[in-house]
Every structure is written in structure tokens, then in C-alpha cells.
């Protein structure tokens, strides 16, 4: 607060000063420009004065060298300048330049004669109006005050141009000479700092008023914020009493990997929605639960109306009077809003299992024929592989792909050829017994495992499944027994060669007395040679 006072003391009289200078700032260039104006029109009636002393003609034609010190018109011009500046008392000189800068004419008559430089005559003789703000010198009343000081004026030096013939033309090449008028502002300007110094001075007294007014403010603030940090003491004691019970609940959470954990309240003023409403519903899920809440359940019972689960309706229960009488103070508040996020994982934890079943369903089954697809082929020929080894027991494996499928696809489309494939399916997983598995191995062909079966057997499992699908009769015109058909590849685990095998290399052996039985007559079955 000391610092606050401090700093806005210090930026209203800061504003007010920069307020007080942008005003005189103003002021003074408007009255610069009134001033500039008001020396344009005096110039104007000195310059008809200047033409009918016939000086403009001469300084058109002679570039004013007849005007000279002591010369007929020199005074005449003198007599006819002095009389017309008596009459403004600001105007304190007044001096006529030739084309080349020389001083012509000046009611100083010590200047008459002097050689001007200055940028702004020239801009004036190039047919330009330019001025300055100057300080000079000057005693009060002609003499030097008590101390010795002088006083200064604030002068605007004007350069204007004079121009040849008639007044209206104001092209450079026109310009015969220029204007040099000293024109006293030290009047304007004071008034301009008086109007400067008004303004600071209101300006700083309702910004005075503002400040006390604004200090009371803030003193009411402090009492407020005294008040309100005595209750935010009483609050953080109730929240570190909150934390500690809910690091404990959380620590219970991780220990037992459970979401079943509830934060305990105060039993003795926390009552149950069945307590609260005396219900004796035994359909309602809350009904004499101990860890529930109305507002946490399914098909929970409020006031005869059915409220909905908690997670969609949480926002509608908190009208409900039980809820209300639940939150009676800040520990019950944060324990109950505990429980409830509990609820809700816990639900969530539920409804994220069920979808992890159903992805490892759709990752490992193929959705049109629902059986395994190549994935899961991968992962169960492993485990037979390693068992094998262990046991040094035997096991085959079996690729069947169905004949000229491409040419059944073409003629009797796609959907017709899924159909086909659902039939094969289906056929040949009824002609296998229970510990057999058939995958999806890839399109139109399929891979079957058979553990704990030799070569021999595995080739009459082979032939029987050829002749399953042959059996079925499905017409293919495009076919040369005219039905649909299978062939059928079979490799086997070679025992005595156990740690030189792998079960990729079966698999390939199978995928080439496949290939061989595709190049022969088809709806075959052609054994692998195992080395």
C-alpha cells in the first residue's frame, strides 16, 4: 500500500505536468500561426503602402539600388513605414531585402545596407513564408532591473516575400524582394503559460480528490482482505486436513490397484439418500449402500424421478436436496467430489477393459470369415514351435488356396466371393477336430496348424479337407471341374533336425508343395520334402 500511494502520487503529478506542457505546446503553435497570419495581412497593407511609394517598381527594375541611406526615397519610404507601424505596438522591426539579401531598408537604420544569409530569407525570396521563434534582450522601460538582469522577449522573425506587379502573383520568378518583420509574442506566450498553469493546477487538485477518495477505497479494501484472510487461514487448515486424507485414500489407490477406495467422511452428519429421504425402495442401486451416493448411480431414485448416472448427470443433481445436504461444509465437499471421480474411474476403468476385449478381438480375428488372421497364426505357431522343442513332439502345418478365385471374383463379383469364402470357411474348421486351428492366411488362401500330428496324418487331414470343399458342389463356369476347389500344400516338423528348423521354414516348405500343387492339375494335395 506505501508503495502504491507513492507511485500514484508521483504519476498524477507526472500526468499533470505532461497535461500542462501538451496544452502550452498547443496553444503556443496555434498562436504561431495566428500570429503568422496576422504579420501576412500587416504585410499585405505595408506592401500597398511599399507599391505606391513606387519601392516594388524599383526594386523590380533597379533590384532597389535608388533606395539608399539618405536618399529622397529612402526617406520617403521611412516616413511612410514609420507612421503605419505606430499603429501596432507588437511590431518591433521591420526590414526590406533586396533579390540579392542586401538590407535595403530597416527602421534600425544601422542595419540599412547589411548583407542576410539566413535560410529563411532565402526561402522567403524563392517565394516561400518562413518564420522562427527567437528570444531578445531588452531592459524594462529602457533600463536594467534591480539585479541586473534583463528581460527577454519572445520574438517571431517572418520572412515574406515581395512580389512584382500585381499582388496576386506568387510564382518565385516574380519575387522582388522579401519582408523581414520582428513581431513581439512575449504577451501571447505568456498567456498561452498562464492558460498552461490553470490547467495543471485543476487538473492536479480533482486528481487530489481522486487520491483521497481513491485512498479510502483502498483502506475499506484492506478491512475486506483482513477479513477474508482470516477465513482463507480457516480454509488452508480444513485443505491440509482434506490432503492428508486424500494422500492417504490415493496411497490405498496405488497399494491395492483398486478404484473401489472411498474417502471417509463424517458418518454422524453425513446421511445416505435412503436415510435422508427414509426410502425403503429396495429396487433403487443405492438403497442401504454405504460407499454410494444418489448422484453416483444408475437408475437412481430423486424425488420419484430417475436421475441418470453420474457422469451425465452430476451438473442436475447438484438441485437435488440430498446432494445439497451432502456439501455442508468444505472437508465433505472435496471428500465427496473424491468419491466421485473414484466412481467415475472406476466405471471408466470398466468401460476401457470392455474395449481392450473387443480390440484384441478385431486385432486377431478376421471380421469377414471370423476365424484367426495372421497375426494370431504368428503368435500361436510360436508357442507350438517351442513346445515341440521342449517335448521333441511332432506337428504339421497345412495352406490351402482356393482354385482360379480371381476368375470367380470376376464373373460372379465380389459379393458372391465373400460368400464363397465364408462357405470354405466354415467346411473346412467342421473337418478339423478341437485342438486343430485354422487362420486367414491372406485373400483366397488359409493355414492350419495341427499340433502333436505327424506327416502322414497331416496329408489325410489335407485330403480330406480338399474333398470337403469339393463336396459343397459351388458352381464355377470358369472352372475346369466346373465346382469350386481347393489345393493344398502340407509340411511337417522335421524331429530329428529339431535345432536346425524353424517354424518360418515349415511354413515355406508348405507354401511350396502349394505352389507346386497351383502348377499341377489343381484340387490337389502335394506333400513338402522335408530334408
Known sequence: RQYFTLYSIAFFVLLSIILGI????????????????????????????????????????NNGSGIMKGSPDYEKLDRNITGYISEFSDIL?????????????????GNAGTKNTHDKLKQALNGHIASQLTKHPRTADGEETENGKKYELDVLEIYLPIYSGNESMTSPGSVVGAFEVYKDVTKIFDTAKTGGYTIFTLFALSMGVLF??????????????????????KYNTELEEAQQKITESIDEVIAHGSFHVRYDNDHTTLLKC???????????????????????TAGTFCGGIVQGQFALKFGDCRKCEVYQHAFNDRINIIGESFNNMMVLLQNK??????????????????????????????????????????YNHPYSVIICDIDNFKLYNDTYGHQQGDYVLISVTNTMKASLRRTDEIFRWGGEEFIVILPEQNHADALKVAEYLRASVYSLGIAHRKSDLRIVTVSC??????????????????VKQADDALYKAKLSRKNCVYSAIMD
Open 274 to 296: 435412503w436415510e435422508f429421504k427414509k426410502c425403503t425402495k429396495t429396487n433403487c442401486p443405492s438403497y442401504m449402500a454405504e460407499d454410494l451416493r444418489c448422484w453416483q
Open 22 to 61: 501538451v496544452f502550452i505546446t498547443h496553444e503556443k503553435n496555434l498562436l504561431i500561426n495566428y500570429a503568422i497570419s496576422s504579420a501576412e495581412e500587416f504585410t499585405r497593407q505595408l506592401s500597398n503602402r511599399v507599391q505606391d511609394a513606387y519601392i516594388v517598381s524599383e526594386l523590380d527594375a
Open 93 to 109: 522591426h521591420i526590414k526590406i531585402f533586396n533579390r540579392n539579401g542586401m538590407a535595403i531598408y530597416s527602421t534600425d537604420s
Open 489 to 506: 500344400g502340407v509340411a511337417s516338423f522335421n524331429q530329428t533336425k529339431a535345432n536346425e528348423i524353424s517354424w518360418e521354414f515349415v
Open 349 to 390: 476403468h470398466k468401460e476401457l477393459q470392455d474395449l481392450n476385449d473387443r480390440l484384441n478381438i478385431l486385432v486377431h480375428i478376421d471380421p469377414l470369415t471370423q476365424i484367426s488372421n495372421r497375426r494370431s497364426f504368428q503368435k500361436r505357431i510360436e508357442k507350438v514351435h517351442l513346445h515341440s522343442l521342449r
Open 212 to 233: 483521497f477518495i481513491w485512498q479510502m477505497i483502498i483502506k475499506k479494501a484492506d478491512s475486506i482482505i483482513d477479513l477474508k484472510n482470516s477465513e482463507i487461514k
